[in-house]
């Protein structure tokens, strides 16, 4: 069974700063993996997508590595700033007949300006 | 362009009712998601539509949760006599197709069950 983790469960930093968000999942076999933004009492936004082929994704300040023989995933966000405050949830799919997401339970970020 | 919507957004009904929550997703979207957050949880996978497949209602968690889809438009997802552990944000996504394509969501409905 597919287990996604995301540690630490809540991070604060001062705006300006680069940070990193970790993901790790159990089993390699996946098809693609997604990162979204949460804000509270918000639903899901979608920020990017790699597929299983793909090593790497970017958009605009954020970057996302995937390394799947090593179960792991990074979000990389550039000058941080406190709109950047949410929680940010990794998923993957093993694709297939059912490409359901399995997801970890999110990071919660806070910016202090 | 439209993006996934559901409503209500928030509903509160006493243990033992019924409750319909709808999802409408993106057009020309073939498949479609359910998924339920509960308060310290990670989001988990109810059931899956795609095109007129039967469905997949793996993670229906009992047999008082159903869902419908007509054709590759709206899905109502319908639970009976609701309990307390029910209470969650029920999230609907869809996609272009299966696997390749990143799912999008709606908003949520918001469940409470007192």
């Known amino acids: 069974k597919q287990e996604v983790t995301q540690i630490p469960a809540a991070l604060s930093v001062p705006e300006g700063e680069n940070l990193v968000l970790n993901c790790s999942f159990t089993?390699?076999?996946?098809?693609?993996l997604q990162w979204f933004r949460q804000d509270p009492g918000k639903g899901l936004t979608s920020l990017l997508l790699?597929?299983?082929?793909?090593r790497e994704q970017t958009s605009g300040r954020l970057n996302a590595s995937l390394d799947k023989s090593s179960g792991r995933s990074t979000l990389y966000i550039a000058a941080s700033q406190p709109g950047d405050s949410a929680t940010y949830l990794c998923?993957?799919?093993?694709?297939?007949?059912?490409?359901?997401?399995?997801f970890g339970k999110g990071i919660t970020l806070s910016v202090r300006p | 362009g439209a993006g996934v919507s559901q409503s209500p957004s928030n509903k509160v009904t006493e243990k033992g009712k019924d409750v319909e929550l709808r999802c409408d997703p993106i057009?020309?979207?073939?498949?479609l998601y359910w998924y339920r957050q509960r308060l310290g949880q990670g989001l988990e996978f109810l059931i899956y539509?795609?095109?007129?497949?039967?469905?997949?209602k793996s993670g229906l968690p009992s047999d008082r949760f159903s869902a419908e889809r007509t054709g590759e438009s709206v899905s109502t997802l319908t639970i009976q006599r609701t309990q307390q552990e029910d209470s969650a944000v029920y999230l609907c996504?869809?996609?272009?197709?299966?696997?390749?394509?990143?799912?999008?969501f709606g908003p949520g409905t918001r469940l409470t069950v007192t």
């Open positions: 996504a869809s996609s272009i197709d299966r696997a390749r394509y990143e799912q999008y």
């Open positions: 089993d390699s076999a996946i098809y693609n």
């Open positions: 790699i597929q299983s082929s793909q």
């Open positions: 998923a993957v799919s093993a694709g297939g007949a059912n490409s359901k997401l399995t």
């Open positions: 057009s020309g979207h073939t498949a």
């Open positions: 539509f795609q095109g007129n497949s039967a469905p997949d």
